[in-house]
């Protein structure tokens, strides 16, 4: 018997297990759910109370309705998943004992874990594959290939996929995040029609810690070695290439890497540099369902393959970098956040051009959940703001460049979002809700309408859309998503993309005011 699709209305939520340092709490619960298109003025109790509950809802992936808590599925499949993914992870640095990752991605159980509730993905709804391969520096990485099921449906029209596909690349966030995090995002392309991989970076989940060159009096690559000390090549900080890991170039050189992974073939093999004693692959699995016909109308002059780079945090800003460069690309999406020439810091955008159709999904909070006058500067470096939210800060990372370079975006802010919404991470770590529910399906109306040229104008503009969620025990339910109530009050979500002859555009999805 098919599932009831289920209504959300993220705006009631049952009452929280958090005891909130700020002390609004108590207002919060009093606060009716009618009450958030209000726009209540900034400081009057209504504000404060409105802000509470955004708090605790900036928790739902956790404790809200059927989440990680309130599923009855979740802890026996994490304990299942869990063990069976460090197994995994065991079992391939075993086999490769000269390249040693240090990273937490290989020594904490569950942290590659991902969602539990997909267990029994592969071979029911789609297929996937282990790869691994090195990077230009010689460090051993490893990476999931995901594709369709041969003869399966959409699980969403009906309709028979017929390849071959579309391609997407997967880059990771920085601060250890590492790819079966982004599992639930992979896994919802390939069951739609995509070949994708995700992969970690050297330094992160099951990438190599150090690269492979030939140490003084040796031409043997078998052994990871560098010299610090040596004049750093370009992007690097030191002279150890991908060493420390938490750097803008190691994200950049593994998205371009990966394109050049995921793009071989049996009589064009990866080159896999420096990979004495490693055991890697020489092609990409599903090479034969990637789809290397040029695209005869590109939205982008000259991009005529049919590949999207997607990337988080870092990875995100990666992305926005190697878009610019790399003519194999012709989609981009970023997960929090889309970085424009301007974008400084950690994600910075510096030379970087806005060139392909851009996706922005951006997070009202960073690593941390804290109330509405802590939200200056930008959710991962948060500073002081007694006047509260300003609505256009999501918009100034790299929206507002590609709309004034006129190059098709979207900005979408999910309410109560926090920097880790776009992974998936057990029990311990703030995501709201139903985040990545909507991230996932702009995602893959923004790859159907620039990667398949499907007129899907009302998947991208409308206020309803539907969503096929995990609840475990090989069971996915749909539900019914209400846009409106699921972007973000204080921050503004936006598009201006061609349809046509016309240009469609909207300052202000989430009617949040001051976004013009």
Known sequence: MRPHPLRVR??????SLLVLATGFAVAAALLPASSYAAGPEPGSPSYVARDAQNIQDAYGRIIGPGGQLQNPAYLAALTLAGTADQTEQLMEQAASPTRIAVTPGRVVPG??????????????????????????????LHGTVYRPRPGARDPYTGQVLRGPFPGAVITTGSVQGS??????????????????LTYDVQGQGGGETLPHEPAPGSQSNALPFCNPFATPQDGEQYGCPGAPAQQLSNFVVGTQDALSFFTSTPSRHYANPRS?????????????????????????????????????SMGAAAVSKVQGIDRRVAAVVALDKLAGPSSTGPLDGSGNRPVVPALALQSEYGFTVSPYLTSGGSSINPEPSPGGPDPKRERATGYDAWRRADVDSMLVVPRASTHLEYTDIPLVLPASRYGQDVSSHYVQAWLDRYLKHQRNDSALTGRTFRYLEPVGNGVWRPITLQRDSLLSFYYCSAYGFRSGSRVLSDDDLGHVGGCS
Request: overall charge positive.
């Open 179 to 196: 790819e079966g995090m982004y599992r639930w995002l992979a896994q919802d392309l390939a069951e739609r029609g995509y070949v994708v």
């Open 10 to 15: 993220p705006g009631r939520r049952p009452g």
């Open 276 to 312: 004495e004693g490693a055991k890697v692959s020489a092609f990409n699995p599903y090479w034969q369902l990637f789809d290397r016909s040029p695209d005869k109308s590109p939205a982008t002059p000259g991009r005529t393959s049919r590949i999207a780079i997607i990337g988080h």
């Open 111 to 140: 942290w590659n874990v991902g969602n539990p509730l997909r267990s029994g993905w592969n071979g029911t709804r789609g297929l996937s594959e282990r790869v691994s391969f090195t990077n230009r520096y010689g460090a051993l």
